[in-house]
């Protein structure tokens, strides 16, 4: 059985995908796409991978991509890796190696070493706020909060009890890691611009709904 799954979430990205599948054959992984079942046009163009697994979500959202997927998965570890291309998969054997003696492997944009092709102003300012609000309220010592290219033990991921549907999980998956005491750390990543389509990020909902879920999550913990 291979040891590790890259958990593929996809959402319209019938551009980029075929591409960076082809780039990802090389990597004996086991792939597991997630996605929508009205993305046909998607669904079609990745129709041709054979080594290609395909999860229809039940629901709609980054989020149930994410938790979906992980509930699907039977490899010890699973790494997520979104479909535009954007992470680097030259890293996944670093970061295997490092989740050896850790529960989950953050890559991170903004550590010496890492970078990015395809952050913006107010993406960039945003994830510096959370990031913040993050160490700050959960003591999380993470630099790049919003960014979910991670590698992680399988188990350890669904003990999580994730529940957010949408990009709330961004924060929620490293939040509810520490509550649980899981061991993890960040790594340089360099994000490279993505092949081709749009973000699906809107960075004032999404960011006002990151807000508040690491509002709710603090007050969680203090009425524990």
């Known amino acids: ?46 129709s041709d ?56 492997v953050f890559g991170s944009r903004y550590l010496k070493g890492g970078g990015s092709d395809d952050d913006d102003f107010i993406t960039f300012i945003g994830n510096k706020i959370f990031s913040l609000l993050g160490n700050i309220f959960f003591k999380l010592s993470l630099s790049d909060i919003l960014y979910t290219y991670i590698l992680g033990r399988t ?15 961004c924060v929620e998956i490293p939040i509810l890691a520490k509550y649980q005491n899981y061991k993890f750390i960040s790594t340089p990543s360099m994000e490279r611009k993505r092949i081709g389509g749009k973000k699906k990020v809107n960075a004032l909902k999404d960011g006002f709904l990151i807000l508040t879920a690491i509002i709710y999550l603090y007050y969680k913990k203090l009425s524990k």
């Open 1 to 46: 059985m291979t040891k590790l799954t890259l958990l593929i979430p996809a959402n319209k990205e019938a551009e980029s995908l075929p591409i960076f599948l082809k780039e990802l054959e090389k990597y004996k992984y086991r792939k597991l796409v997630v996605l929508q079942s009205e993305d046909k046009e998607t669904i079609e163009s990745i």
């Open 49 to 104: 991978f054979q080594d290609v697994e395909i999860c229809v979500q039940e629901k709609r959202g980054y989020g149930s991509a994410l938790i979906e997927g992980i509930k699907k998965i039977d490899t010890n570890f699973f790494c997520i890796i979104n479909a535009d291309g954007s992470m680097n998969p030259k890293y996944l054997e670093e970061m295997l190696s490092l989740c050896k003696n850790q529960d989950l």
């Open 155 to 169: 188990s350890s991921a669904k003990n999580l009890n994730l529940q957010y549907n949408d990009f709330r999980i």
